[in-house]
């Protein structure tokens, strides 16, 4: 068997080809990204083996994108089984061998090797598929949109309580469209000079509302002339540019919903049967699990988003409260966790299953975690499926039991 470890990086690769039968490193190399060196790889490993019939493995780190164009390339040069592996286990097989080792990409290439070469139960890289990367991306985007959002919505309240705490008073949530208009247009010094009338029409044409909002925008004129702040301490260019992120962000995440929906409408409806499951949901659920068929069970799922719980056992100790993992796909997780929250209203399956847990005493999170497994239970079965949610709770059935 010959054993091709790569240690990904983003400007170059380290290479080391290992040969089993002679038990040695037969080849070292180190490729850049580009076409030319990526077919040399392949010309390379191609001489190495002779015989097409050769078992040729090619391990790569899972580490982020650096890998993607190159795992894709060889996968479909074929002749060889290209996989993806954790880098935790080469990083545990690397320790097992020796405890202390230095760190170069080197010896890194020549380690993913022989974790090839040990054996290991490791599954082929399956390239994919157009419908989970766009559904990836998109509840990625999502997700990074929301965090600014987020610290934006934090930033504007913040210098409003130094700068003009009323307008708080009349707009509790200044991330919705007409405050975001006032502030990245007015200081207070020019709202309190305002008209309602004339402010109400600017706003409607500018964001295209049916109805003028006058009453609001009286209240805004108001809380400006009556503010206990100065007006000339009004910190116009930092409130003003803060609005004017933070509209652009939830543009942005507007636009990614509208871009998400009918992708999810098309191949994956019969998950937004499930009751308070939604859009983007529904998009971290395909995206970050990718091809359902790499899962054999629920536990799998949950190991794969780092909610599975540690267990710690030691003689006659037995540890009764212990965390998560959080050792898998942190967007993942994030996708099941929002989704529970939402659906232990509405499903009332897992509303049981919550309302059971909280009487038994766990707290908030250690019931929601429960209500996850719930929630990946019916993900499972639907998409091994395709079948649409149906309410057993009657029968004391869920889907995926």
Known sequence: MICVGIDAASKKHDVCIYE?????VVARLRIKNTADDYKK???????IRGNENADVRVGVESTGAYSGALVDYLSDAGGM?????????TSMYQKCTKVHYAKTDKIDAEGIARFLRSGPKVREYTPPSYTQSKCREIYRAIVDADKEIARLSCRIK???SLNFPEFIGVFSRPKERLPLFILSHYDMASLSRKRAETLASEAAKALHLSKKPVSKCRAAIQAAKSSVCAPQRYDKTLISGAAKMLAVALDCKQEALREGRPLVEEHAANLLSIPGVGVTSVLGFVGELGEIDNFTSVDEIMSFMGMDPIVYESGDYKAKSTRISKKGSPYLRNAFYVASAVARLYCPVLKAKY??????????RCALGHVARGLASMVFHLMKTGEFYVDKSITGQTPGE
Request: proline residues 3%; hydrophobic residues 35%; without cysteine.
């Open 41 to 47: 790889l392949r010309d390379t490993i191609w001489a």
């Open 355 to 364: 309302e059971k847990k909280r009487s038994e005493g766990k707290s908030y």
């Open 20 to 24: 089993s039968s002679v038990e040695r």
């Open 81 to 89: 089984t290209v996989i993806h592996i954790n880098p935790l286990l």
């Open 158 to 160: 913040s210098l409003l």
